[in-house]
């Protein structure tokens, strides 16, 4: 189990001659991940997603709130003690070009991290080059053909995999997909989602998917949690099908109604939620952080702040005073 409670990170820009600016990138944010389960964090860009992701991975320190890996707090622990729990927690980067070292071959890419594992455990030379191969296997590549190979010489969608191969190298327990499949060919990605969730069924790992993707949040985490972050604020949080399906925040609402439709086989939502505004992330923080682009806003939006809640007849939590549930998903022509 993976926690995080109240985590606050904020990032100061440079300005001009006045001087800097202050970016509120996370304001609180609360999050539960269970051992083998899965949780997929939703926003638009600037959201916040990705440097909660980095704090998890242990990539990016955090200002206030506590990050408990198992039974552990990670603000109990000096720098070098917290590694080993991070290192269970394996990051795959959205660009797997870059992730790569260009003037490394795939066996040396693999070789260095499972050398370490093999001095820890006391493990022999041979087993080093059999469990390069077995994680290769694992994400459907042939050792014989991959390992000799640079990166440049591979597919996006292979070079991927390599990503997911070296993060098993070190038996994690989690792994933190960041906009996994982005970077990839439309045909290649969901060979690479299908791939996750298989690892997550057949190695019992954790999966924190972060995307603005729905559909993919719901393919690869269907049976858990979904955090919708807007500002740094998690304004959305319940079962993924529930918060697709009846959403009642107006920034979720938004998000699903941007959401293609496919003409001539659904029908668009009937009550379909456009912001007002384009995002300004230097809007007043006093009150609700949705209010400037919400058509729904109320009295109470402007000068005081909604918390996450669950509220009578609304079984996921929501950050809004006027939580109201509308049609804004499309639905197939045959459910018409």
């Known amino acids: 189990m993976i926690t995080g409670q109240g985590i606050v990170k904020t990032f100061k820009q440079r300005g001009n001659i006045l001087g800097s600016r202050e970016v509120r990138a996370l304001r609180g944010v609360d999050f539960a991940i269970p051992k083998g389960g899965a949780a997929s ?151 690479i989602l299908a791939l996750l969730k298989d690892l997550r069924e057949r190695l019992g790992v954790s999966v924190l998917f972060i995307t603005h993707d729905v559909a993919t949040a719901r393919y690869i985490g269907g049976d858990g949690e979904l955090y919708v972050i807007y500002r740094g604020q998690v304004v959305e949080r319940g079962p993924v099908d529930t918060v697709i399906a009846d959403p009642v925040h107006p920034y979720t609402q938004s998000l699903l109604s941007a959401i293609p439709v496919l003409h001539g086989l659904e029908q668009p939502g009937e009550q379909p939620v456009v912001p007002l505004e384009p995002l300004d992330q230097l809007l007043d923080d006093t009150g609700c952080l949705f209010t400037g682009r919400c058509p729904f806003r109320g009295e109470r939006c402007a000068g005081e702040r909604p918390l996450l809640q669950v509220t009578e007849g609304v079984p996921q939590e929501h950050a809004c005073f006027y939580p109201e549930r509308r049609s804004v998903i499309a639905r197939p022509l045959s459910e018409v």
């Not at 638009?44 to 707090?73: N, P, Q």
């Open 41 to 191: 964090f939703i926003g638009e860009s600037g959201c916040g997603k990705t440097t909660l992701g980095r704090i998890i991975a242990g990539l990016e320190s955090y200002d206030e709130g506590e990050l408990v890996i198992g039974d552990t707090a990670m603000s109990e622990l000096k720098h070098k003690q917290r590694q080993p729990h991070f290192r269970k927690i394996q990051l795959i980067h959205q660009d797997p070009y870059s992730a790569l070292n260009p003037t490394r071959t795939i066996h040396q890419t693999l070789h260095a991290p499972l050398s370490l594992r093999a001095k820890q455990t006391g493990r022999s030379k041979k087993w080093i080059e059999e469990r390069a191969a077995e994680v290769l296997s694992l994400v459907g590549l042939d050792a014989g053909t991959v390992l000799a190979r640079y990166p440049h010489q591979l597919s996006g969608g292979m070079r991927q995999r390599v990503v997911i191969a070296r993060a098993l190298t070190v038996d994690p327990e989690m792994l933190v997909a960041d906009e996994a499949v982005s970077m990839i060919d439309v045909s290649l990605r969901l060979g």
